[in-house]
């Protein structure tokens, strides 16, 4: 619901990867464009040392994330979606379309309290649900009048699917009908004390995506880079990773092969990109961070 920008790119600056023993638990992996393709080519972990480029960030990121449960049990959610999902057909204008976005709802009267816990999570009661969705509103900018509140006409208690550090739930929601509009909104209804809180200064989205092998040591680094190749407008990638007990931090980082002709410029077209890399030691309970937002990377499955 709330207005973010699209996934953001990391570029950082070579630094030649030697064989010396890294410090840490650090490591990088590198793949050549001009290789098999992602899905075939090998795994390959290399100590290395980690440039301050990418350090930095690393070790920001993981500080972020020291008090994460990693012995909870049951372990908490760490969402990577909002909690409140719009309809997913959409909206029939763009004056209902940014009422919701606004947070302007009128409700029927008292609404249900519902369960106190489901899924054995503690659960927000309907008028909770509907403060966070409020709360989530952000009015836009020059907007020439404020738009005509949505109706709400239904609120059920139920089940939706949102996006966690380990990949899409379906969990405990709360459904908010609107008058004129064919799908409902959901809410996540995990109270918060059920979710590990994102840190305070985490940048809108994250850069990367993962998939993580069964032995919890393989993982696939997905993300929009530049496109395979030798030339002056293509580029290779290597993943800097940095561990603690409670998580581990990535960061991707991206390897030109030449600079572009002057007066030749490269096209702003993304290409998807995979680098495969090897942790030390199986991820575990612990959480996988993007270095570049220091927020909670979704493992897909």
């Known amino acids: 619901m709330k207005r973010h920008t699209g996934m953001m790119r990391v570029f950082v600056v070579l630094v030649a990867l030697t064989a010396l023993a890294a410090c840490g638990a650090s490591?990088?992996?590198?793949?050549?464009?001009?290789?098999?393709?992602?899905?075939?080519?090998?795994?390959?972990?290399v100590k290395a040392v980690i440039p301050e480029s990418s350090g930095v960030p690393l070790r920001t990121a993981l500080r972020a994330w020291d008090s994460f449960p990693v012995a909870a049990s049951p372990r908490p959610l760490v969402m990577t979606s909002d909690v409140v999902s719009a309809p997913a057909l959409g909206f029939p204008s763009v004056e209902t379309k940014e009422a919701f976005l606004t947070g302007l709802f009128v409700a029927p009267g008292p609404l249900p309290?519902?369960?106190?816990?489901?899924d054995g999570y503690r659960v927000l009661s309907a008028t909770d649900a509907l403060a966070v969705m409020r709360a989530e509103g952000s009015p836009a900018a020059g907007a020439p009048y404020e738009p005509a509140p949505l109706h709400i006409t239904n609120v059920a208690f139920d089940r939706a699917s949102f996006a966690t550090d380990r990949g899409k739930r379906t969990l405990p929601a709360w459904l908010f009908t609107f008058e004129g509009i064919q799908d409902p909104a959901a809410v996540l209804a995990v109270a918060?004390?059920?979710?590990?809180?994102?840190?305070?200064?985490?940048a809108a989205g994250?850069?990367?995506g993962a998939r993580v092998a069964d032995d919890g040591r393989t993982a696939t680094i997905s993300f929009v880079g530049a496109e395979e190749g030798t030339g002056p407008c293509s580029a290779e990638y290597t993943v800097d990773q940095l561990a603690s007990d409670t998580a581990i931090a990535v960061i991707v980082r991206e390897i030109r092969h030449q600079d572009p002709p002057a007066g030749v410029g490269c096209t702003d077209v993304g290409y998807s990109r995979h680098v495969k890399i090897t942790f030390e030691k199986p991820l575990g309970n612990r959480v996988l961070v993007d270095a570049k937002s220091k927020g909670p990377v979704t493992i897909s499955g």
């Open 192 to 202: 918060p004390e059920d979710r590990f809180p994102l840190p305070n200064d985490l």
């Open 27 to 45: 490591s990088a992996v590198s793949t050549s464009p001009t290789t098999a393709p992602a899905a075939t080519t090998t795994t390959r972990a």
């Open 206 to 208: 994250t850069s990367v």
């Open 113 to 118: 309290a519902g369960p106190a816990e489901a």
